[in-house]
C-alpha cells in the first residue's frame, strides 16, 4: 500500500493486530500521521507514521530507530511485513474498532 492508500484506510481506527493465531497489539490512528500502539499490556507509546521506498514506517517516543513495514489489503484486512527483519514478524489485522484503546496512566510511586 501505498502512504495515500494507507492513511486513508487507517485514519479515525483503531486495529488490533494478530500473529500465528494470536493476538499480538492494537494501534489507534489519528490525524496527521500521529499514531498510539500498545502489545495488549495497557502501556502506550504514541509515535507517528511516514512513507519510506514504498515501505510505512514508524517512529514511537521510546525508539527513535524507524520500525519500516510493507502493507498489503486483501480480503480479511491489513497484512503486514516487518521490513526490518522479514524473516521475524508478519501480522494480519484481527478486527477494527471505532473506540479509542485502553491506555494505562502513567507510574507514580516511588
Known amino acids: 500500500m501505498s502512504g495515500a492508500e494507507f492513511e486513508s484506510y487507517v485514519t479515525g481506527k483503531t486495529l488490533y493486530f494478530g500473529q500465528n493465531g494470536q493476538a499480538y497489539g492494537v494501534e489507534e490512528y489519528f490525524d496527521d500521521r ?29 525508539n527513535p530507530n524507524p520500525q519500516c513495514w510493507s502493507f498489503f ?34 507510574e507514580i510511586g516511588v
Do not use: H
Not at 471505532?98 to 491506555?103: A, K, L, N
Open 34 to 62: 500521529r499514531v498510539r500502539w500498545s502489545f495488549l499490556d495497557g502501556e502506550c507509546k504514541d509515535g507517528v507514521w511516514y512513507e519510506d521506498q514504498g515501505m510505512i514506517c514508524f517512529v514511537y517516543e521510546d
Open 73 to 106: 489489503r486483501d480480503s480479511g484486512g491489513l497484512r503486514a511485513i516487518f521490513e526490518n527483519d522479514p524473516n521475524a514478524t508478519t501480522l494480519y489485522e484481527a478486527r477494527q474498532s471505532d473506540e479509542p484503546m485502553m491506555c494505562l496512566g502513567p
